[in-house]
């Protein structure tokens, strides 16, 4: 007597197609991936400018140093987070993808470099800026100006860092969710090129 259950009989029967992915399905994919990375590094790179040329203007314009030299710093990490995704974020050269031997060999390459950037975010993209946030925050929140008495400054300073450790960890989870994502596409090549 077979005590299977009749629908895991019937699905384990039917007969399986291989996953396969042609030639022209990894070019297009990769061509379509390096469009991608290109777009999200050109709004980092906008959006730095922007965080620059804000914390410039609090930089020369705030009325204690505590304040200018928290947003010198945010500004120097903005500095160092656009080289770092240059330098392991960029998008693929035209040149480099011109000169690739193996469209499924240079896109699995270019997956994997993507999803450890992505999946190092907290060091390179998240770590820089921590001491200027909090060194901004506790010169905001304890400026000579602030008239609120020291526990109301320290409610101030702690508000901040939690709303700011609040979106760091946002960003990362994000950044995670995104470098699975290239995991598993990753695999769904790898059993592509196996089949």
Known sequence: MNERDPFQALWTSQPQTPFSMSLDDVHARAARFQARIRLRN????????????????????????VIQGGAGLIILGALYVCWK????????????????????DFHRGELVRQRDTLATVWQWYLAPFAPGM??????????????????????????GVLIVGAMFAAIHWLNLRAAATLTREIAALDQARAA
């Open 42 to 65: 050109a709004i980092e790179y906008a959006a730095s400018v922007m965080v620059i040329g804000f914390f410039g203007w609090i930089a020369v314009s705030a009325p204690t140093a």
């Open 85 to 104: 995704l240059h330098q392991l974020g960029r998008a693929a050269t035209r040149e480099e993808m011109h000169h690739a031997q193996s469209w499924a």
């Open 134 to 159: 909090l060194v901004f925050l506790a010169g905001v929140a304890f400026t000579p100006e602030n008239p609120a008495p020291l526990p109301a400054r320290a409610a101030i300073f702690g508000v």
